[in-house]
Nanobody, 114 residues
Framework: QVQLEESGGGLVQPGGSLRLSCAAS????????RGWYRQAPGKQRELVAQ???????YYGDSVKGRFTVSRDNGKSTWYLQMNSLKPVDTAVYYC????????WGQGTQVSVSP
């Protein structure tokens, strides 16, 4: 079993930055994929960014060039650096991890507003 805990959400003005963190605990040695999804009100959950065990990354089209996903060397914590934030980035952000199963954090609210 893997437990995930996000932190770092909040309210920021357009053009600002936030960094989200996801701390994993439990049986983390088999995790091969780490990432972030988000869900805005009335919309489906969408993939934001992910990083695999080789360090390869993927970004959703709407965040390319603005967001960066990374992980620490121990791979127990990963991050989402969000720059040039826009009001459309307002959503609940969820971290997730995959081994033979999928694991989700509880979500953290990111609000971008003047």
């Amino acid at each position: 079993q893997v437990q995930l805990e996000e932190s770092g959400g909040g309210l920021v003005q357009p053009g600002g930055s936030l960094r989200l963190s996801c701390a994993a605990s439990g049986s983390i040695f088999s995790i091969w994929l780490r990432g972030w999804y988000r869900q805005a009100p009335g919309k489906q959950r969408e993939l934001v960014a992910q990083i695999d065990s080789t360090g390869s990354t993927y970004y959703g089209d709407s965040v390319k060039g603005r967001f960066t996903v990374s992980r620490d060397n121990g791979k127990s914590t990963w991050y989402l650096q969000m720059n040039s934030l826009k009001p459309v980035d307002t959503a609940v952000y969820y971290c997730y991890a995959r081994d033979n199963f999928a694991y989700w954090g509880q979500g953290t609210q990111v609000s971008v507003s003047p």
